[in-house]
């Protein structure tokens, strides 16, 4: 199965399942946060967000830190593990560790968004 996710440049992921947007933090993130200890999505299922709203925080043994919608549109899905299991995000943050769904309202905002490729060279240029 091919898999295309989008990046945003503050290390969160959209995976799209149709016009769902499944989003979550990447590895390189969750490497830098160090140990996930708590998770707090602000928003409830039915939130509309938009592009670069913040709608959780996640804290960590070093620091507590937002984390941003890279689209727009409305939460259809709050991973609750991750409420009692926060470290899953350390684990597995690509797949188990996945944070929203949401219906998308704009499909072009991915157009802001960098591939897999793209994020990789913006990731070996912040080094």
Known sequence: M???????????????????????????????????????VESEVGSELSANESFSNIESVKAV???????????TEIN??????????????????????LKMSNQLELDTLMNESDYSKYLSEQE
């Open 2 to 40: 091919s898999e295309k996710r989008y990046y945003s440049k503050t290390h969160e992921w959209v995976l799209l399942d149709n016009d769902v947007a499944i989003i979550g933090i990447t590895d390189y993130a969750q490497n830098e946060l160090g140990d996930i200890v708590f998770l707090e």
């Open 65 to 75: 830190s937002p984390i941003n919608s890279p689209v727009s549109g409305e939460i």
């Open 80 to 101: 609750g593990e991750l409420v009692d299991n926060p470290e899953i995000i350390n684990s597995s943050p690509h797949d188990d560790g996945w944070i929203i769904k």
